[in-house]
Protein backbone atom coordinates (compact mmCIF):
# COMPACT_ATOMS: atom_id res chain seq x y z
CA UNK A 1 0.00 0.00 0.00
CA UNK A 2 1.26 3.29 -0.90
CA UNK A 3 1.20 6.42 1.74
CA UNK A 4 0.84 10.28 1.43
CA UNK A 5 0.42 12.83 3.50
CA UNK A 6 -1.58 15.80 3.40
CA UNK A 7 -0.97 18.81 6.16
CA UNK A 8 -3.95 20.19 7.19
CA UNK A 9 -4.52 23.96 8.78
CA UNK A 10 -5.54 22.48 12.14
CA UNK A 11 -5.49 19.46 14.13
CA UNK A 12 -9.34 20.00 14.28
CA UNK A 13 -9.61 20.33 10.16
CA UNK A 14 -7.57 16.97 10.27
CA UNK A 15 -9.65 14.88 12.28
CA UNK A 16 -12.82 16.09 10.37
CA UNK A 17 -10.48 15.23 7.12
CA UNK A 18 -10.28 11.68 9.01
CA UNK A 19 -13.71 11.36 9.24
CA UNK A 20 -15.22 12.35 6.02
CA UNK A 21 -12.83 10.33 4.62
CA UNK A 22 -13.24 7.07 6.45
CA UNK A 23 -14.23 3.82 4.60
CA UNK A 24 -14.89 1.06 7.60
CA UNK A 25 -14.28 -2.18 6.27
CA UNK A 26 -11.48 -1.00 3.38
CA UNK A 27 -8.05 -2.08 3.68
CA UNK A 28 -7.09 -1.13 0.47
CA UNK A 29 -8.06 2.68 1.82
CA UNK A 30 -7.03 4.13 5.02
CA UNK A 31 -6.79 7.61 6.77
CA UNK A 32 -5.23 8.43 10.10
CA UNK A 33 -4.47 11.42 11.76
CA UNK A 34 -0.83 12.72 12.93
CA UNK A 35 -1.66 16.26 14.93
CA UNK A 36 -2.41 18.16 12.06
CA UNK A 37 -1.33 15.83 9.16
CA UNK A 38 -3.76 13.02 7.64
CA UNK A 39 -1.86 9.81 6.52
CA UNK A 40 -3.79 8.30 3.13
CA UNK A 41 -3.06 4.74 2.70
CA UNK A 42 -4.08 3.73 -0.76
CA UNK A 43 -3.84 1.47 -3.68
CA UNK A 44 -6.11 3.01 -6.33
CA UNK A 45 -4.89 6.56 -6.62
CA UNK A 46 -8.57 8.30 -6.89
CA UNK A 47 -8.89 7.91 -3.16
CA UNK A 48 -5.98 10.30 -2.09
CA UNK A 49 -6.87 12.11 -5.21
CA UNK A 50 -10.70 12.57 -3.92
CA UNK A 51 -9.56 13.40 -0.06
CA UNK A 52 -7.12 16.14 -0.98
CA UNK A 53 -9.55 17.79 -3.09
CA UNK A 54 -12.38 17.45 -0.44
CA UNK A 55 -10.25 19.07 2.42
CA UNK A 56 -9.07 21.77 -0.20
CA UNK A 57 -12.70 22.78 -1.25
CA UNK A 58 -13.85 22.74 2.60
CA UNK A 59 -11.00 24.92 3.82
CA UNK A 60 -9.46 21.64 5.63
CA UNK A 61 -6.15 22.10 4.35
CA UNK A 62 -4.98 25.01 2.04
CA UNK A 63 -5.00 25.18 -1.88
CA UNK A 64 -1.00 24.37 -2.03
CA UNK A 65 -0.92 21.37 0.34
CA UNK A 66 -3.85 19.77 -1.76
CA UNK A 67 -2.31 20.32 -4.80
CA UNK A 68 1.26 18.96 -3.31
CA UNK A 69 -0.66 15.49 -2.67
CA UNK A 70 -2.59 16.05 -6.15
CA UNK A 71 0.89 17.10 -7.53
CA UNK A 72 2.73 13.61 -6.26
CA UNK A 73 -0.04 11.05 -7.35
Do not use: N
Not at 1 to 6: D, G, K, P, V
Amino acid sequence: MSETRLVCVSQEAAAAVVAEATRPGDPDHTVHQDGAVVVIGYFDKRFPLDVADWAGERGHASDHEAASVIACL
